[in-house]
């Protein structure tokens, strides 16, 4: 779930996230590298810890928990979770999804980073042999490492609003290991993400996303789906893993500079951004005869703006200084 205020920069540079050193579960030693079933590295519950009777939901984390049967059985439809196949859950939370996951798939690995939801989900979940829970922040996780001995798996989340895009482009970059995504997100995100080019929705990951994934906008989600109740409609997307990107290029991380450089300033001209692209970027571009020259071999006017220009044009560009 997001709202206001999800964007991409919503991380810090480095990846790493604002928490304080208490609260983040890196600097403690219940996050489970164990294999597939399950985790026991979690102290047994008194009662009176029960998350499910003391958590409160944490805003700094985008608690807004699914709170509408219909919605979370739309949202396993959408997944129809196979016997035979590895699920990745990002921020179970108290579990609105999990319990349907536990139950129709092989495996479940959930992400968990609030260390006061763990034992009301060890609690819930636990003695399930197909459910592992590792607390840990998903913008560092391996989910490669965390989903064996199952090589391959999909993913589902109704994501922290703040980090969603950020988690997003985490994914992606784990995409060897991870077939297809069911998100829901804050609905301007999914309209960002399915922008095509000439949209004004249009930035640096609708491209990115375009090239590495197949979407399809499944349905709305209103406010009141969630408790506490956010200011904004979420939207819940299907993402599949393209087997290979949709451009072929070189250098892929170049062509991610490329993109990233050329939407630095949305006002400006593709020539411009381009003129002022980071430095090592800007050296290449030279090396190349410059910006104008660049742009001419990829047959992309310089006049234009980046929201403009479609993926197939980005690699053109990319291919031009390769
Ligand atoms: N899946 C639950 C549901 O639908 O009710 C909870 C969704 S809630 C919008 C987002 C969940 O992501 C919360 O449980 C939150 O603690 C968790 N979360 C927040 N930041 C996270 C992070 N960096 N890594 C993993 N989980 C995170």
Redesign the pocket.
């Given at each position: 779930?997001r709202r206001r205020g999800d964007e991409e920069t919503g991380r810090r540079r480095d990846g790493k996230?604002r928490q304080k050193p208490e609260d983040d579960p890196r600097h403690s030693h219940a996050s489970n590298r164990a294999a597939l079933p399950r985790v026991s590295a979690f102290p047994r519950l008194h009662i009176s810890e029960s998350p499910t009777l003391t958590h409160r939901p944490?805003k700094r984390?985008?608690?807004?928990?699914?709170n509408d049967g219909r919605i979370i059985d739309r949202i396993i439809q959408a997944l129809d979770p196979r016997s035979d196949e590895t699920i990745i859950?990002?921020?179970?939370?108290?579990g609105?999804?999990t319990a349907q996951l536990v139950e129709n798939s092989a495996a479940v690995v959930a992400?968990?980073?609030?260390r006061n939801?763990i034992a009301g989900l060890l609690e819930r979940f636990g003695s399930n042999e197909n459910f592992k829970l590792v607390q840990?922040?998903?913008?560092v996780t391996d989910f490669c490492f965390e989903i064996k001995p199952a090589a391959q798996a999909r993913v589902v989340?109704?994501?922290?609003y703040n980090?969603s895009t950020a988690?997003l482009q985490r994914l992606i970059q784990q995409r060897s290991c991870l077939t297809e995504m069911i998100l829901m997100l804050q609905r301007e995100v999914v309209e960002r993400i399915t922008a095509p080019a000439g949209s004004t929705d249009r930035g640096y990951l609708s491209v990115v996303v375009e090239a590495y994934c197949e979407t399809e906008r499944l349905f709305d989600v209103a406010p009141g789906s969630f408790r506490p109740i956010p200011k904004v409609w979420s939207s819940v997307v299907r993402l599949k893993v393209r087997p290979r990107p949709a451009v072929s290029v070189k250098d892929e991380a170049l062509l991610l500079q490329v993109v990233s450089a050329g939407f630095a300033q949305r006002r400006k001209t593709i020539l411009n951004n381009l003129r002022s692209a980071p430095t090592e970027l800007q050296e290449l571009i030279k090396l190349h005869g410059g910006a104008s020259i660049v742009l001419c071999q990829a047959e992309v006017d310089l006049r234009r703006r980046a929201e403009t220009l479609t993926l197939e044009e980005w690699a053109r560009i990319t291919q031009a200084i390769e």
């Open positions: 779930m996230s944490s984390l985008g608690q807004n928990f699914l859950e990002i921020g179970p939370g108290r609105a999804l992400i968990e980073f609030d939801l840990n922040d998903a913008l989340a109704n994501l922290p980090i988690i």
